[in-house]
């Protein structure tokens, strides 16, 4: 086993000795918070730490979800740091896709996972709408043979608005999909072109338009606050085309420029360090402006990013039980999950990953075993993303007091005027809520406080 630190959460989190300091401008790195510790403590030498879970008894109180990783895209857009490819054709695409189920396959006959099925599913990417009809039809009848949906809840899918027709959406919906999540990001061509979308807004507008007439639980659309040469104007007539447009929710990112964006590495050969997007307080208004706008409307903000039509109805199945310490299977290339609080990744080029499942072993490139305190703190995080999480829950589920052991950041926060407790929840303010990811930092441990590694 990887070797602990035997200090408590609550006097390494004492230890702490600086914020994450960042200015106003939009620099390059990836700020945003999916999980912890962060993937760049994760290590090929900790790969041995998954076999002894999969091996271990199924456990019965954790949830299951299952995620598919397609990496292929019409065009790659300059703002994207996830493994894709725009060069595979149909019998590439096949290959992997049956790779991806030999995978599947292995870990249906684990016993951890034997027998159990997916509370959720996930289709991620790259582009799941780029494969055929018949590809999606195959993928997931084999799927269904391997981890029955006959108890899954959810079924999210996400796509690209120009790989879609109405009868590629029908198929869609046949398959089971229930949450279909449109990445159109912006209503404006030129934003479009400039942000290097494949897809343009009559294709947006045409694909949501067939969406929201087929019977999906949710429709969801995407959209970037603060892309590269957005204005106030066009950011505030975007968000009025997408209340026009009626969705069952909105998801709302701020501008990133991760590393291994064509836009970063266009900075790095003009010597540039500042990003041509927005700056943080302008994209933070934007994004305010946003919330309201959508308020206004009648709909709920109920997390850092997403506004819901209707919140009794509208559910995040995937997001929540996710961060509430739920297993996830994660197939296919860079794809990453999470087994009884062992992460793993797989590796992040479709050579090695098909090679690995052909020598018959599972093709994963790194992992990380997390102890009782990171998982606490793991979760802890991701529910702040919420604007509230209940004190009692930790205090059932690890037998922590998180007032006590996050005493110090909470503390910080606080006195910047974005947390307060009220009763059994700390909360977190709109103000807060619209810079969540620069003030989670403050509860990482300081051996996970390597900005510039993970970034």
Not at 3 to 29: I, M, W
Not at 169 to 191: K, M, Q, W
Not at 276 to 295: G, H, M, T
Request: net charge negative; hydrophobic share 35%; proline share 5%.
């Amino acid at each position: 086993m990887a070797q602990q630190n035997t200090e408590t959460l609550s006097e390494r989190v004492k230890a702490l000795s600086h914020p994450l300091e960042t200015g106003d401008e939009t620099e390059a790195g990836n700020y945003f918070v999916s999980n912890y510790p962060p993937f760049s403590y994760w290590k090929p030498d900790m790969v041995d730490e998954v076999a002894p879970v999969l091996m271990s008894p199924t456990p019965e109180d954790t949830n299951l979800g299952v995620y598919l990783h397609i990496p292929f895209c019409r065009k790659r857009c300059h703002f994207c740091y996830f493994r894709v490819y725009t060069d595979k054709n149909a019998n590439e695409i096949k290959a992997y896709l049956d790779a991806a189920l030999q995978e599947l396959e292995v870990y249906a006959d684990k016993p951890y996972l034997k027998g159990r099925k997916p509370q959720f599913v996930y289709f991620g990417g790259g582009t799941p709408s780029y494969l055929s009809i018949g590809q999606l039809q195959e993928l997931t009848d084999r799927m269904k043979d391997l981890f029955p949906w006959d108890e899954t809840e959810e079924v999210a899918f996400e796509a690209e608005p120009g790989t879609l027709t109405e009868k590629k959406l029908e198929a869609i919906r046949d398959i089971g999909v229930t949450r279909l999540s449109l990445g159109i990001e912006n209503f404006d061509d030129h934003i479009l072109e400039v942000n290097g979308r494949a897809h343009r807004s009559k294709e947006a507008y045409r694909a949501l338009g067939f969406a929201q007439t087929l019977g999906f639980d949710q429709v969801n659309i995407d959209l970037i606050a603060g892309m590269m040469d957005e204005t106030e104007d066009n950011w505030k007539k975007c968000v009025d085309i997408a209340i026009e447009q009626d969705p069952d929710c909105v998801t709302i990112y701020q501008m990133e420029i991760p590393y291994n964006t064509t836009i970063y590495k266009e900075m790095a050969e003009a010597g540039k360090v500042t990003a041509p997007v927005a700056n943080w307080s302008k994209k933070r208004d934007w994004v305010n402006w946003a919330f309201n706008r959508f308020e206004e409307a009648g709909y709920t903000v109920n997390s850092a990013y997403t506004v819901v039509k209707n919140p009794e109805t509208t559910k995040f199945v995937y997001r929540d039980s996710l961060w509430a310490g739920a297993d996830l299977l994660s197939v296919g290339v860079a794809s990453f999950g999470h087994f009884g609080g062992v992460h793993y990744q797989n590796q992040a080029d479709v050579g090695p990953y098909m090679q690995a499942l052909d020598e018959g072993r599972l093709p994963i490139f790194r992992a990380y075993p997390t102890n009782h305190d990171e998982r606490l703190l793991r979760e802890f995080v991701l529910q702040l993303k919420l604007g509230k999480t209940n004190i009692s829950y930790f205090q059932n589920k690890y037998d922590a007091d998180v007032t006590e052991v996050f005493a110090e950041p909470i503390k910080v926060i606080k006195e910047r005027g974005f947390l307060s407790i009220e009763g059994d929840e700390i909360r977190i303010n709109r103000d807060g809520m619209l810079q969540i990811d620069k003030q989670l930092h403050e509860f990482f441990m300081p051996q996970h406080r390597d900005f510039e590694r993970y970034t």
